[in-house]
């Protein structure tokens, strides 16, 4: 059974860089056609798809944030990384880490990171 933990900060200042990790167990991070991303919840909002990095290590962003984001893989760790610049009051949400082969069947439980000074 494919098991995601986050973990990282729950509170960052303002304009720091955010990093969280997610640790994955039962299975690898390179096992082919399997993707791994991020995905936020902001309070009162719909979750928001971050970005992802593919067992090649290949990395996708969503465009309004991909300025701002960066996705990293360890796979002596079998861990990969989200990284947010420039953090503001609005980026505060449940972050979580997710994979799957066809749509995200495996989720971490979400931890909450606030933004604020």
């Known amino acids: 059974q494919v098991q995601l933990q986050e973990s990282g900060p729950g509170l960052v200042k303002p304009s720091e860089t955010l990093s969280l990790t997610c640790t994955v167990s039962?299975?690898?991070?390179?096992?082919?056609?399997?993707?791994w991303g991020w995905i936020r919840q902001p309070p009162g909002k719909e979750p928001e798809w971050m970005g992802a990095?593919?067992?090649?290590?290949?990395?996708y962003y969503n465009p309004s944030l991909k300025s701002r984001t960066s996705i990293t893989r360890d796979t002596s760790k079998n861990q990969f990384t989200l990284q947010l610049s420039s953090v503001a009051p609005r980026d505060t949400a449940v972050y979580y880490c997710?994979?799957?082969?066809?749509?995200?069947?495996?989720w971490g439980r979400g931890t909450q990171v606030t933004v604020s000074s």
């Open positions: 997710a994979g799957g082969s066809e749509g995200w069947s495996r």
């Open positions: 039962g299975g690898s991070i390179t096992t082919n056609s399997v993707v």
């Open positions: 990095i593919d067992a090649s290590g290949t990395t």
